[in-house]
């Protein structure tokens, strides 16, 4: 890996709950999801926009991977991401 791959002022990096953490509260955990997944998106946006390239993600299964879901949505937007 380049030693200048990572650079924190254009990097964020994303971590959260398994599945069934985040669906414990809501029953109908489609709807919960396509929400976290609305929002995680608009939030990459915004983050795109302030000049932050850089996504990190452990890959787990639930929060982590649906954030990475979200940045690969965010590149039809911002190619450089």
Do not use: C, W
């Amino acid at each position: 890996m380049h030693p200048n791959f990572i650079q924190p002022s254009k990097t964020v990096a994303f971590t959260g709950y398994r599945p069934y953490k985040i669906t414990q509260s809501d029953p109908d955990n489609s709807l919960l999801f396509a929400e976290v997944q609305a929002r995680l998106l608009t939030t990459i946006h915004s983050l795109a926009n302030r000049g932050f390239t850089i996504f990190l993600t452990g890959m787990a299964e639930g929060f982590d991977l649906m954030a990475a879901r979200a940045v690969l949505l965010a590149q039809n937007t911002f190619s450089h991401l």
